[in-house]
């Protein structure tokens, strides 16, 4: 099973190289990743953006495509936004900021639970959050046998994560480069086709 945290991801990979490489096919990616290991699910967690339509709907359009050519193999898990006021220190005005919430509990929580389960015997965690650091313990303390390493994206790491998971290991860039999604293609119906933004 492959745990993809969205926010770790998309940052890695825009430090790196801009939008060039957000078409990801994780499916893709997955399975170069882990060559010799039955892919069972991948579960993509992140949050629908906020405040800008257009990058809105080229993200929809990137999860529609994901669940249109895998749908048995990706599972969507969306978070949300809390607003919250804020103070600028400088010149004392209020405004409001949006925080992300739930993602990276809903990752942590299923990388436990499934662990817990019996849903894998091996997992791959595509992040270099910290916070995932309980969750893989928990996982752990099934009795079982588990094989579970962190995969970071660009440009991010987790020396707390590389010492819980000493096989822990960054993605590098041509695997990424290899890993992405048609530029256009039909599935379920419908064509997708790689934003003009992120190419």
């Not at 819980?164 to 379920?188: E, G, H, T, V, W």
Request: proline share 6%.
């Amino acid at each position: 099973m492959v745990y993809v945290d969205g926010f770790n991801l998309y940052h890695g990979l825009h430090s790196t190289s801009k939008r060039q490489h957000l078409w990801l096919d994780l499916v893709k990616l997955s399975k170069s990743l882990r060559p010799n290991q039955k892919l069972v699910g991948v579960r993509y967690f992140t949050a629908t953006v906020l405040n800008d339509p257009d990058a809105q709907s080229r993200q929809a359009h990137y999860i529609d495509a994901l669940q249109a050519k895998y749908p048995n193999l990706i599972q969507v898990i969306l978070g949300r936004y809390q607003a919250k006021t804020k103070t600028c220190f400088k010149c004392q005005n209020m405004y409001t900021s949006y925080e992300e919430k739930e993602t990276d509990v809903n990752m942590a929580l299923s990388i436990a639970t499934d662990g817990l389960k019996g849903l894998y015997d091996s997992a791959l965690i595509i992040s270099g959050d910290s916070d995932m650091a309980p969750a893989v313990k928990a996982a752990q303390s099934a009795g079982r046998p588990l094989f579970i390493a962190a995969a970071f994206p660009p440009g991010r790491n987790s020396q707390e994560l590389r010492s819980l998971m000493p096989a822990s290991f960054p993605i590098n860039a041509y695997k990424i480069r290899k890993a992405q999604l048609p530029n256009k293609f039909d599935a379920q119906g419908k064509t997708f086709q790689r934003p003009a933004k992120w190419r």
